[in-house]
Every structure is written in C-alpha cells, then in structure tokens.
C-alpha cells in the first residue's frame, strides 16, 4: 500500500512538471553567469532564472497561479496599476529575504518595497539594475491626462551575465528608450490605448537595434504587423510568444 501511494506521488509530481512545461512557453540564453531560463508567464508578467536565483516581473494573478510558482529571489514592478502590480501575487512569491524594486506610486499601493527612480541603478547579486522614464508620449484617457505621466512609472535595463536586457513596462517609443545600445534582448509593449502601437515599436527597435525583439502585453494586437514591419532588419530578431 505504502508503494502504492509513493508510485501515485511520483506520477502527480510528473504530471505537474509536465503541466507546468505546457502552460508557459520558455527561451533559455547563454551568460557568463550560467543559463538564463525566460518564462512567459503572459501580458506584463515573466520570470527568469539565473544561477539558482528567481526574478519575477511584474506578477500578476490574472496571467498565472504563483502558488505554483518558484518563490522570488527578486521581484520588479515596473508601476502600479493592476496588471503589474498585484499584491495577492507578490505575496504567494515574496520569501523573508525577497527584494522588491518599484517605483514610489507602487510602494504606496503594497506599502514596501525599495524605491528605483528613474535614472538610478543598483545592484543585486551580480546583476545591475538600472530604471528608466516609462511615459506616454501620444495616449491619453478622456480627461486629457497620459496614461503614463513622465516621472511615475520604470522601464528596467538588466545587466546580467553580460546580457543587457530591456523591459519596457508600459511605455511608448521615448527618446530615452530609442538611445539604448548594445541591447540584447527588448521586450516591448504594444497594447493599445495604453502603450505602443505596432509601427511605434518598430520605430523603436529600429533605433536601437536590440539583437532579440519581443513585443509583448500586446491584447489584441495582430502580432502580424510588427513581424511585417521587421522584415529584413538585419540583425534583429522578432520573436512572438503568448504575451497577451
């Protein structure tokens, strides 16, 4: 009987491995810190694995169940609204010792968290951190005001095993964004009314020429386009995964 149940155990455990394989679509890269596993989770929200340490990225219960999840080592929060600030998430990954890094608007929202400003950096373990502007430049809401006034919201410049990564949050094609160089991986938002559209990302990318392109938060959006739009742009590569 005991055998019995110990096989049952066993076949559960491989049965949730496998789920969790075929629930979110993975990339591995090669640093000089190790393999870099990128999870996308959906919409705003990834996590990536380095060297036993776990970065989540915006959770969000919407897009995944994060009791499932590998508790984080490191959490960013690129600003508060919902979608990529959610504090049911952060809790079921945050551990005693996580490091939360935000802006102030989202501390306010959780009530912790270690502020990043734009045009500052720090370090966590071997990996630099660095917050830029995320604003609108075009999109408003109906009283005239940005979704995403200047000075409230980050963009993310990771430097991590030598790979510079950069995630936009939500963000249009700012000048701060389009002077990037030697960017290795651009995940960029394209979901309108809030962020970019398809020819304002690749208005960006082209500016800063990231070797890997990956729109994401996208909704809606035919993901078509930006790959059209890319089309023969030597040295850049659009990879489309399940980011809506």
Avoid: W
């Amino acid at each position: 009987m005991v055998k019995m149940r110990l096989f049952l155990l066993i076949i559960l455990c491989a049965v949730s491995l496998v789920s969790f394989g075929q629930d979110y679509e993975k990339d591995s890269f090669e640093t000089t810190a190790g393999k870099l596993d990128i999870t996308f989770i959906g919409h705003g929200s990834l996590m990536f694995e380095i060297d036993n340490k776990v970065i989540h990225i915006d959770p969000s219960s919407r897009e995944g169940d994060y009791t499932k999840l590998p508790k984080a080592d490191l959490i960013l929060i690129t600003h508060h609204h919902g979608d990529h600030c959610d504090a049911t998430a952060v809790d079921q990954i945050k551990k005693l010792d996580t490091k939360v890094i935000t802006t102030q608007l989202a501390i306010d929202k959780l009530g912790f968290g270690q502020l990043l400003s734009n045009d500052e950096k720090t370090l966590f373990e071997g990996i630099t951190i660095e917050a830029l502007p995320a604003y609108n430049l075009v999109h408003k809401r109906e009283n005239g005001e940005f979704f995403h006034p200047k000075g409230t919201c980050n963009s993310y410049l990771l430097t991590i095993g030598g790979k510079r990564i950069f995630i936009g949050g939500d963000t249009e094609n700012t000048p701060e964004m389009k002077a990037l160089k030697n960017i290795d991986i651009a995940f960029l938002p394209m979901n309108l009314p809030y962020t970019m559209t398809p020819e304002m990302v690749a208005d960006a990318a082209k500016a800063f020429r990231p070797k890997i392109l990956y729109p994401y938060h996208y909704g809606n959006t035919d993901t078509g386009i930006i790959v059209d739009l890319m089309k023969g742009e030597a040295g850049i590569e659009t990879r489309i995964r399940k980011m809506e």
